[in-house]
Nanobody
Framework: QVQLVESGGGLVQAGGSLRLSCAAS????????MGWFRQAPGKEREFVAA????????YYSDSVKGRFRISRDNAKNTVFLQMISLKPEDTAVYYC??????????????????WGQGTQVTVSS
Protein backbone atom coordinates (compact mmCIF):
# COMPACT_ATOMS: atom_id res chain seq x y z
CA GLN A 1 0.00 0.00 0.00
CA VAL A 2 2.79 2.41 0.88
CA GLN A 3 6.03 2.40 -1.03
CA LEU A 4 9.08 4.15 0.37
CA VAL A 5 12.13 4.94 -1.73
CA GLU A 6 15.33 6.21 -0.16
CA SER A 7 17.95 8.23 -1.99
CA GLY A 8 20.98 10.38 -1.26
CA GLY A 9 23.43 7.80 0.00
CA GLY A 10 27.00 7.63 -1.17
CA LEU A 11 30.66 7.67 -0.26
CA VAL A 12 31.93 10.51 1.90
CA GLN A 13 35.03 11.19 3.97
CA ALA A 14 34.88 11.42 7.74
CA GLY A 15 33.64 14.83 8.78
CA GLY A 16 31.54 15.22 5.68
CA SER A 17 27.81 15.57 5.23
CA LEU A 18 24.99 13.85 3.40
CA ARG A 19 21.25 14.34 3.20
CA LEU A 20 19.09 11.29 2.75
CA SER A 21 15.59 11.53 1.34
CA CYS A 22 12.67 9.13 1.51
CA ALA A 23 9.77 9.58 -0.87
CA ALA A 24 6.43 7.97 0.00
CA SER A 25 3.75 6.91 -2.47
CA UNK A 26 0.73 7.29 -0.18
CA UNK A 27 -1.87 10.04 -0.55
CA UNK A 28 -2.09 10.28 3.24
CA UNK A 29 1.57 10.75 4.12
CA UNK A 30 0.75 13.27 6.82
CA UNK A 31 -0.82 10.65 9.10
CA UNK A 32 2.31 8.49 9.26
CA UNK A 33 5.05 8.64 11.79
CA MET A 34 8.39 8.22 10.07
CA GLY A 35 11.72 6.81 11.11
CA TRP A 36 15.23 6.03 9.94
CA PHE A 37 17.11 2.86 10.80
CA ARG A 38 20.49 1.58 9.69
CA GLN A 39 22.24 -1.75 9.39
CA ALA A 40 25.95 -2.37 9.10
CA PRO A 41 27.33 -5.66 7.72
CA GLY A 42 27.06 -8.43 10.28
CA LYS A 43 25.10 -6.28 12.71
CA GLU A 44 21.47 -5.92 13.64
CA ARG A 45 19.38 -3.11 12.27
CA GLU A 46 19.38 -0.21 14.72
CA PHE A 47 17.26 2.83 15.32
CA VAL A 48 18.59 6.18 14.15
CA ALA A 49 15.85 8.82 14.27
CA ALA A 50 12.08 9.26 14.27
CA UNK A 51 9.58 12.05 13.72
CA UNK A 52 5.88 12.20 14.45
CA UNK A 53 3.18 12.90 11.89
CA UNK A 54 3.03 16.62 12.65
CA UNK A 55 6.76 17.09 13.35
CA UNK A 56 5.84 17.78 16.96
CA UNK A 57 8.33 15.29 18.37
CA UNK A 58 11.65 13.88 17.27
CA TYR A 59 13.88 11.27 18.81
CA TYR A 60 17.47 10.26 18.11
CA SER A 61 19.80 7.50 19.13
CA ASP A 62 22.64 8.61 21.36
CA SER A 63 25.18 7.83 18.67
CA VAL A 64 23.77 10.38 16.22
CA LYS A 65 22.17 13.01 18.44
CA GLY A 66 23.60 16.44 17.68
CA ARG A 67 24.89 15.33 14.28
CA PHE A 68 21.78 14.07 12.49
CA ARG A 69 18.49 15.85 12.01
CA ILE A 70 15.24 14.30 10.85
CA SER A 71 12.61 16.44 9.17
CA ARG A 72 9.62 16.02 6.91
CA ASP A 73 7.73 17.89 4.23
CA ASN A 74 4.21 16.52 4.19
CA ALA A 75 3.28 18.52 1.11
CA LYS A 76 6.02 16.67 -0.77
CA ASN A 77 5.48 13.27 0.86
CA THR A 78 9.12 13.24 1.88
CA VAL A 79 11.16 12.68 5.02
CA PHE A 80 14.80 13.70 5.28
CA LEU A 81 17.81 12.77 7.32
CA GLN A 82 20.46 15.49 7.35
CA MET A 83 23.76 14.03 8.49
CA ILE A 84 26.81 16.10 9.40
CA SER A 85 30.17 15.30 10.97
CA LEU A 86 29.95 11.79 9.63
CA LYS A 87 32.09 9.10 11.21
CA PRO A 88 33.26 5.74 9.86
CA GLU A 89 30.95 4.03 12.35
CA ASP A 90 28.01 5.65 10.55
CA THR A 91 28.68 3.37 7.59
CA ALA A 92 25.57 1.29 6.97
CA VAL A 93 22.56 0.77 4.78
CA TYR A 94 19.99 3.34 5.87
CA TYR A 95 16.32 2.43 5.78
CA CYS A 96 13.25 4.63 5.85
CA UNK A 97 10.14 3.34 7.62
CA UNK A 98 6.54 4.43 8.24
CA UNK A 99 3.87 3.66 10.84
CA UNK A 100 0.34 4.74 11.72
CA UNK A 101 0.64 4.56 15.49
CA UNK A 102 -0.05 8.09 16.65
CA UNK A 103 0.67 7.33 20.31
CA UNK A 104 4.32 6.37 19.87
CA UNK A 105 7.52 8.02 18.72
CA UNK A 106 8.72 4.83 17.03
CA UNK A 107 12.13 3.61 18.18
CA UNK A 108 11.65 -0.11 17.56
CA UNK A 109 11.58 -2.03 14.30
CA UNK A 110 8.31 -3.70 15.24
CA UNK A 111 6.60 -0.31 15.51
CA UNK A 112 6.74 0.17 11.74
CA UNK A 113 4.49 -1.12 8.99
CA UNK A 114 6.34 -0.14 5.82
CA TRP A 115 10.00 -0.11 4.83
CA GLY A 116 12.08 1.22 1.99
CA GLN A 117 14.77 -0.68 0.14
CA GLY A 118 17.64 1.14 1.79
CA THR A 119 20.43 3.39 0.61
CA GLN A 120 24.13 2.81 1.26
CA VAL A 121 26.15 5.32 3.24
CA THR A 122 29.89 4.73 3.40
CA VAL A 123 32.16 6.98 5.46
CA SER A 124 35.89 6.63 4.92
CA SER A 125 38.60 7.53 7.42
Amino acid sequence: QVQLVESGGGLVQAGGSLRLSCAASTRTFSIYGMGWFRQAPGKEREFVAAITWNSGSTYYSDSVKGRFRISRDNAKNTVFLQMISLKPEDTAVYYCAAHRRWAIVGVHQEDYDYWGQGTQVTVSS
